[in-house]
């Protein structure tokens, strides 16, 4: 839940850059003077630099100056950003970016886009922050400015933090870094060894996220201007939280709240009092975590910001749940909730729905709790669908940047042979067929490689898109027994189903975002899938499940996801109407480069299925054959299948074997 902090803070530090107004000199004009004072007291005298700014502005408009209405609204923009009042900071950049661009500013345009995209980031309008940041990149084409580049990368970076996407906030960060460092510019440096560390951290990679903050913290404790010091000593303290290193943790936290700026400033204290007690919360400090959580909620309810109140409502109420107190759990899950759905949060809706099944369930309300539990798996669907959406918008974004700059390097090869074709007319023919030949051998290698890359890519997002379609095959069994249970009245049943149902979904849930998982973790999988299915059909089978003593199942891993649908097929059409002795045996083990699945049933067999489901075909069987191919597209050892009848070698049953591909480590 702590990772929230790198879409929460990377957006606010940026915006407490607030451009630093170098206005030409007019001699002792009165808009001069205004703009001057304004600027001398902005977001240190916030009610004095209001009113200098609203004085600002209606002088200028009596004077029909348009520059110096522009710089008013910005200075409003600005000031009301120091206050996080974002929707009033977005009215004050836009005016302002609309009049520079008006008067052909192109620097104080791109200032005012840059602060415009910030405050649209921390009111989670995305879209709206892209749209702002493509304009801004569009205008510093002409301007060609080192300093706005690289301060429109570390919006860039902020925009795909909100996402996730931590490959494309390092990218743009390491971009603004060389930048900053070829100007060169220590505060700008400082922002993107921040972004860096909030990236690592993101990534799970504690160590080096801890390596760039302090890098930070070293940086601006050497300088004047610390405004950033409270933000790197609290991500300092979530990091080393996540390592528990709690005492470390908690003098980071301390040194956060006694940070320059922070005494004041309610809306960073909520941020650090609820990472104080999130981290209390994992030590078993309860009472400690309750305090921390309450007082982060009223100082959130103060100044307004919705996003860390919800997740102070959905943390307060997994305490309560530890301690037992599920009435006190339910009501801030459901305050939880609804908060996030209201500002479309929709991570923290999902786990607010996590939260309240379980409470539901703990506290005998099982219908509710099933409710609950298909909010969350909705929710948890949708997080996915958003993040692959955004992969494709990704490769759209990428492929025509490297497009247009194809066609700026391919117009300034045909410039260069234009003038040699001048200069030296002997060698027009073997000269131009040369570069000519050199052209189209880069742009058909070029290409080649792209496309393979697309393809690549896309395979990758059809695998998993397909792969989402094992949930609901199975999940509509599974709901449908939990209802039965229900329905004939019993509650430890149902209560008991519901409970390794709803780990099961976020096992398939998790496995289900990656190409390969360890054995172990598949295992698992399938251990709490066939206890499962036992309950539902009544202990009537027996299941056996051997891993090989030659394979290490935490160091290999295989892709997810293909034994469960063998498994089902076996179960629902194998053992079907067999009523004792019903069997199914599940191996794997090692063969050269592969893992060999085994799956083996003592049911009616190949031929006798065929006679009972005519004109049907199975569901699982279809999907496996196509995932098949699908990795088969992308793998270099190809995964095969073996389908055996072992009605034809003196038993019953059918063996489903699958080579599957592995790696180690």
């Known amino acids: 839940m702590r990772q929230r902090f790198v879409r929460e803070f990377v957006p606010m530090f940026l915006l407490l850059f607030a451009a630093n107004v170098h206005a030409k000199q007019s001699g002792a004009s009165e808009l001069e003077k205004l703009f001057t004072e304004a600027s001398s007291v902005l977001c240190q005298d916030v009610a004095k630099a209001d009113s200098l700014a609203t004085l600002l502005l209606e ?76 304009q801004a990149e569009l205008i510093n084409r002409r301007l060609k400015s080192d300093f706005m580049a690289a301060q429109i990368y570390l919006v860039k970076a902020s925009y795909y933090s909100d996402f996730s996407k931590n490959d494309s906030v390092v990218f743009y960060s390491l971009k603004a870094l060389s930048l900053a460092e070829k100007i060169p510019d220590e505060s700008m440096i400082n922002r993107a060894v921040i972004t860096l560390g909030a990236a690592y951290y993101q990534n799970e990679d504690y160590q080096l996220a801890i390596r760039y903050f302090r890098k930070s913290r070293e940086q601006l404790l050497s300088q004047t201007n610390q405004a950033n010091l409270s933000i790197v000593n609290y991500n300092m303290a979530n990091s080393y939280t996540a390592l528990n290193m709690f005492d470390s943790a908690t003098y980071f936290y301390q040194q956060a709240l006694k940070s320059p700026g922070v005494e004041g400033n309610k809306f960073l204290q909520a941020y650090f009092y609820e990472g104080l007690a999130e981290m209390q919360g994992s030590m078993g400090l309860y009472n400690e975590s309750i305090a921390n959580h309450l007082k982060a909620i009223e100082l959130c309810k103060e100044v307004g910001e919705k996003r860390n109140l919800s997740a102070a409502y959905v943390n307060l109420s997994e305490i309560f749940l530890k301690t037992g107190k599920t009435a006190e759990a339910i009501r801030y899950a459901e305050l939880g909730a609804g908060l996030s759905h209201d500002i479309e ?99 058909v290698l070029y290409y080649r490689q792209r496309a393979d890359r697309q393809t690549q890519a896309l395979t990758q997002l059809e695998q998993k898109a397909l792969r989402s379609q094992l949930n609901p095959h199975f999940i509509f069994n599974a709901l449908g027994a939990i209802q039965n249970y229900m329905l004939q009245n019993k509650p430890q049943d149902a209560t008991s189903f519901m409970s390794r149902f709803a780990r099961l979904m976020r096992q398939i849930l998790e496995n289900s975002r990656e190409d390969f998982i360890s054995l172990d973790e598949e295992v698992a999988t399938l251990e709490n899938y066939l206890e499962l299915q036992l309950l539902r059909f009544n202990n009537s089978f027996e299941y056996e499940l051997t891993v090989d003593e030659a394979i290490d199942p935490e160091e290999v891993s295989i892709p997810p996801m293909f034994a469960q649908p063998l498994i089902e097929n076996a179960l629902e059409h194998g053992l079907k109407g067999k009523i004792d002795g019903a069997r199914v045996k599940i191996t794997f083990r090692q063969e050269g480069e592969y893992v060999l699945l085994t799956v083996e049933d003592n049911g009616k067999g190949i031929a006798s299925e065929v006679k009972t489901k005519e004109g049907h075909k199975s569901l699982a069987g279809v999907i496996t054959n196509e995932r098949i191919e699908l990795f088969n597209a992308g793998l270099k050892s190809k995964i095969r299948m073996i389908v055996e009848d072992l009605a034809g070698v003196g038993s019953s049953g059918t063996r489903v074997q699958l080579m599957l591909p592995y790696r180690e480590g």
């Not at 009042?85 to 661009?101: P, V």
């Not at 929710?379 to 990704?394: C, E, G, P, V």
Request: charged fraction near 25%; include cysteine.
């Open 59 to 134: 002088v200028a408009l009596q004077a029909k100056e348009v520059s110096y209405q522009a710089r008013a609204y910005k200075l409003m923009g600005d000031n009301a950003s120091c206050q996080q009042q974002f929707q009033k900071a977005i009215q004050g950049h836009g005016r302002a970016a609309a009049l520079f661009e008006q008067v052909g500013d192109d620097e104080f345009t791109i200032r005012s886009l840059v602060n415009l995209s910030n405050s649209y980031l921390k009111l989670s309008k995305t879209d709206s922050a892209l749209a702002a940041l493509n």
């Open 345 to 443: 949060f929709i991570e923290k809706e999902s786990d607010a729905y996590w939260m309240l099944s379980n409470a539901y369930r703990a506290s005998g309300r099982y219908k509710e709790g099933l409710e609950a539990l298909h909010r969350f798996y909705k929710l948890d669907s949708t997080m996915l669908n958003q993040t692959k959406a955004l992969q494709i918008s990704d490769l759209n974004i990428k492929y025509e940047t490297e497009k247009k700059e194809n066609e700026i390097e391919r117009l300034a090869q045909m410039a260069e042979i234009q003038t040699l074709q001048l200069s030296q007319q002997r060698y027009l023919i073997i000269g131009g067929a040369i570069v000519l030949l050199l052209v189209i051998a880069i742009l």
